[in-house]
């Protein structure tokens, strides 16, 4: 006889995403400018760790975490962020960081976006802005900047996943003219009490 387990037990979920598409051959939608105190810095080599922790600290709490358990760990988005820029198809270009600076503190880490290019399109890995910034136009920053990065490669077209629940997220893009081209389902193995 087997023990059944007891407490938490793992079960396959399906969750429910958007492809959305962007046309970059369109007027992009214009970015309110950055907030006092915010900058944005373009990828260069050493900026891994930090475009990994803004990364954590934008999805450790959020479904996300779920649909995609990498994002969830701090470990697992700095292993990410790496396979990312080892990637032939990785678009330096289409990739941001995001700091915050207070007044007489350093500054920190609170949004990233990276870029991809597969198959004659930009793709979106992960934009993702700490929950404490919201609502300031950041993502609207980041994903305006990854686009016009995805333009000067040659690009003229961009695409990305969003789990149809982040109606947060997919308001942004519908805002700034991405179009739902299709339904697709992600499984993931998450645990339920």
């Keep these: 006889m087997v ?3 007891v407490g ?16 970059l051959t369109e007027p992009l939608y214009p970015a309110p400018p950055l907030p006092a105190n915010y900058e944005l810095i373009p990828w260069s080599d050493g900026l891994s760790s930090e475009h ?7 999805f450790r709490s959020e479904l ?13 988005c700095l292993q990410l962020m790496r396979e990312i820029t080892r990637r032939t198809s990785f678009v330096p270009e289409a990739t941001w ?23 004659g ?21 980041l994903m305006t900047r990854a686009a016009e990065g995805f333009r000067r490669v040659g690009l ?7 789990t149809t629940e982040n109606s947060a997220a997919v308001r942004l893009y519908r805002r700034m003219g ?5 339904t697709v389902f992600k499984a993931a193995e998450i645990q339920h009490a």
């Design 178 to 182: 991405f179009k739902q081209a299709r």
């Design 156 to 162: 003229a077209k961009m695409h990305l996943e969003v």
């Design 52 to 58: 990994a922790l803004a990364k954590y600290q934008s």
């Design 3 to 5: 023990a059944s387990p």
């Design 97 to 119: 960081l995001l700091r915050h600076r207070p007044l007489g503190e350093p500054a920190v880490a609170v949004g990233t976006v990276q870029g991809l290019r597969m198959e």
């Design 8 to 23: 938490n037990v793992m079960g396959l979920t399906y969750f429910k995403r958007f492809r959305m598409e962007l046309d």
């Design 121 to 141: 399109w930009g793709a979106i890995q992960n934009l993702g802005v700490m929950q404490a910034h919201r609502g300031h136009g950041l993502g609207t920053v």
């Design 64 to 76: 996300d975490a779920n649909v995609f358990p990498c994002l969830g760990r701090r470990d697992g």
